[in-house]
C-alpha cells in the first residue's frame, strides 16, 4: 500500500495529464478475494474507489477521484488458462495487451485487439474503455473478443457476466461490463477469444504530396469492398518526429501523409487484393507505393506507427493525444477545419488516424507549465468535438469518455437518452461509490450540489 503525498504523486493521472486528482492511498491486490475486501472496506469507511491498470487511458478514467482508494491492478497478472482446442484465454486483468499474444503466438493464435499501447496497457483496461488498435478496421474493438468476466460489483459481491463459450442467455451484462470504463466494478478475470494467426500478411507504404489524397485513397479502398486488416493515416508533422525519434521506419520525409496499409488472410487473396489495393493507392495519387519485403522490414513499419507517439514526446513536455471519429469521407474537411482552428490558436498540431475507421487521433503538443497555453489547449480540445460532431461523427472512436468528455455527451445525447445509462449505473452502483463522476453527466438539474455525485463536479475543456 502507498499513502504517501511523494509516492502518490505518480498516480495523479493517466496519459491525459490535463487533469489531475489526489487519491489517499495506492493498494495492490494479487487476488479477487482481496479486490472484493478492500472494496467492502471503502464502503464501510464510506471512501470511494477506482480501479487502474497501467494508467495508460487518456480520458482520465482512472485519475484518482480525490480521497479514493486507487485499486492498482497490474500485480494480477496471472494467465490462467490457454485453450487452443476452443481457441480462449483466461486472465487477471493485469496480464499486459501484448504479452498475451507472444505467450499463445507458438500455438498459431493471437488476441486482436492491439492497441499502439499495447506493450504496456492492461486487458482489465482494454475491456473497461472497449479498446481499439490499428486492427479495428477488420476485426472490431475488444469487446466482441470478450467471452466472460469474473467481476466484483461495487457491493463487494462477486458476479460472472457471460459464458466461456460464448453462448449467452437472457440479459448480456458482459457487453453492459464492456466499455464502462471501471465504473460499474471490477473485472478480475476474464475469458477471452483468440483467433488464428492468418496464413499471409502483407504491409504496403504509400506516400502522398497532400493529405487529401490520401483520405480520398481510403475511401477509394473501401469503396471497393476490401476490408484491410488496418488503414492508417499519419500526416507529415508525425513523420517527422517518428523519423527524428528512435522509432524511425525510414517513412518518406518528403510526403505529406502516408498510408499503412495492411492485408491478412489466406495466401491466394492476400495476393489478389494486393494488386487491387496497389492500383487503387496509385490511381488516387500516391507518389510511391512500397511493399514490405520481409517481416524485418514490415514490424519496422508498424514500429514506427506504435512508437509515433512515444515520438512526439520530443515536441513538448506533455502531449493531449485527441480521440474522435467522423463519417470517412469527411476525413479531409474536418482536418483542414481542425488545423485551421489549431493555427488560430498558435498550435501546430500532429495527426493519426485509424482512417479505414474514420477515427482522428489529432495530437496537441503543449508545456503544462504555460497557463495561457493551457487554456489554448482546452479551447481546442472542445472546438475539435464540436467540429466532430458536427460532420456526423462522435466523441470517442476507442479512448472513451471518462472526465475528459463527459460533459460533452449532451452533443450527441438528449437527457431522455442519458437517462437509461443513469439506471444502468445505478442498479450496479447505487451509492455511487465506483470512480464516481465519470462518463455520464449529471443532470443539470443536479449540478448545483448533488451529494450522491462524488467525483468531478465541473470539467473545464
Ligand atoms: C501511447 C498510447 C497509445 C495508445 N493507443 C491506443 C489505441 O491504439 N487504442 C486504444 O483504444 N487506446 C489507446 N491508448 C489508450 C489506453 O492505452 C487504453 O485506453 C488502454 O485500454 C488503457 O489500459 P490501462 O491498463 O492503462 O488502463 P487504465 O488507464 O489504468 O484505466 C483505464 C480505465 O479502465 C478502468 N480499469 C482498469 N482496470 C480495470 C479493471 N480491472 N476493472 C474495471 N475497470 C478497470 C479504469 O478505472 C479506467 O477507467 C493509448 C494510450 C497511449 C498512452
Not at 495487451?97 to 507458438?106: D, G
Not at 481499439?132 to 474493438?141: I, N, Q, R, V
Not at 472526465?403 to 452533443?411: A, P, T, V
Request: hydrophobic residues 40%; aromatic residues 4%; proline residues 6%.
Amino acid at each position: 500500500m502507498l499513502d504517501r503525498a511523494g509516492d502518490l504523486f505518480a498516480y495523479e493521472s493517466d496519459g491525459l495529464t490535463l487533469l489531475r486528482g489526489q487519491a489517499s492511498l495506492v493498494v495492490f491486490p494479487t487476488s479477487t478475494r482481496a479486490v472484493a475486501d478492500v472494496i467492502r472496506a471503502c464502503n464501510e469507511e464510506g471512501v470511494p474507489f477506482v480501479a487502474r491498470g497501467a494508467g495508460t487511458g487518456l480520458s482520465g478514467g482512472a485519475t484518482p477521484v480525490e480521497g479514493c482508494a486507487l485499486i492498482e491492478l497490474s500485480r494480477m497478472d496471472r494467465v490462467l488458462e490457454i485453450d487452443p482446442v476452443n481457441r480462449t484465454a483466461s486472465v487477471q486483468p493485469g496480464v499486459i495487451n501484448s504479452h498475451l499474444s507472444e505467450l499463445v503466438a507458438p500455438l498459431g493464435l493471437l488476441y486482436a485487439p492491439d492497441p499502439s499501447s499495447q506493450t504496456a496497457c492492461t486487458i482489465g483496461g482494454n475491456i473497461a474503455e472497449n479498446s481499439g488498435g490499428p486492427h479495428t478496421l477488420k476485426y472490431g474493438t475488444t469487446s466482441p473478443h470478450v467471452l466472460a468476466l469474473e467481476v466484483v460489483l461495487p457491493d463487494g459481491s462477486l458476479a460472472v457476466l457471460g459464458r466461456r463459450d460464448g453462448h449467452n442467455h437472457g440479459y448480456d451484462l458482459r457487453g453492459v461490463f464492456v466499455g464502462s470504463e471501471g465504473t460499474l466494478g471490477i473485472v478480475t478475470a476474464a475469458t477471452l477469444r483468440l483467433l488464428p494467426v492468418p496464413e499471409e500478411i502483407c504491409t504496403l507504404l504509400a506516400s502522398f504530396s497532400e493529405l487529401v489524397t490520401a483520405c480520398q485513397a481510403v475511401s477509394a479502398i473501401i469503396a471497393k469492398g476490401i476490408v484491410p486488416a488496418a488503414l492508417e493515416l499519419m500526416d507529415d508533422r508525425t513523420i517527422a518526429a517518428v523519423e527524428d525519434s528512435v522509432y524511425a521506419a525510414g517513412y518518406p520525409r518528403d510526403a505529406r501523409a502516408v498510408l499503412l496499409v495492411e492485408l491478412d488472410g489466406p495466401a491466394a487473396n492476400v495476393a489478389a487484393e494486393r494488386v487491387q489495393v496497389e492500383g487503387l493507392l496509385e490511381a488516387s495519387g500516391a507518389i510511391e507505393v512500397r511493399v514490405a519485403r520481409d517481416e524485418a522490414e514490415r514490424l519496422a513499419l508498424w514500429r514506427g506507427r506504435k512508437g509515433a507517439f512515444g515520438a512526439m514526446g520530443r515536441l513538448a513536455p506533455d502531449l493531449y493525444v485527441h480521440d474522435a471519429v467522423v463519417p470517412r469521407t469527411r476525413l479531409p474537411q474536418v482536418v483542414d477545419q481542425i488545423n485551421h482552428e489549431a493555427a488560430v490558436r498558435g498550435i501546430r498540431i500532429a495527426n493519426i488516424m485509424h482512417a479505414g475507421d474514420g477515427n482522428l487521433h489529432p495530437n496537441i503538443p503543449f508545456d503544462r507549465r504555460d497557463p495561457d497555453q493551457m487554456s489554448r489547449v482546452r479551447e481546442l480540445g472542445a472546438e475539435i468535438l464540436r467540429i466532430c460532431v458536427d460532420a456526423g461523427g462522435v466523441l470517442s472512436g476507442e479512448h472513451g469518455i471518462g472526465i475528459e468528455k463527459r460533459d460533452y455527451m449532451h452533443l450527441l445525447f438528449s437527457e431522455s437518452d442519458l437517462e437509461p445509462m443513469r439506471w444502468v449505473h445505478d442498479v450496479f452502483d447505487p451509492e455511487d461509490c465506483c470512480n464516481p463522476g465519470k462518463v455520464i453527466p449529471v443532470p443539470r438539474a443536479c449540478t448545483e450540489s448533488n451529494p450522491r455525485h462524488r467525483g468531478y463536479d465541473k470539467v473545464e475543456f
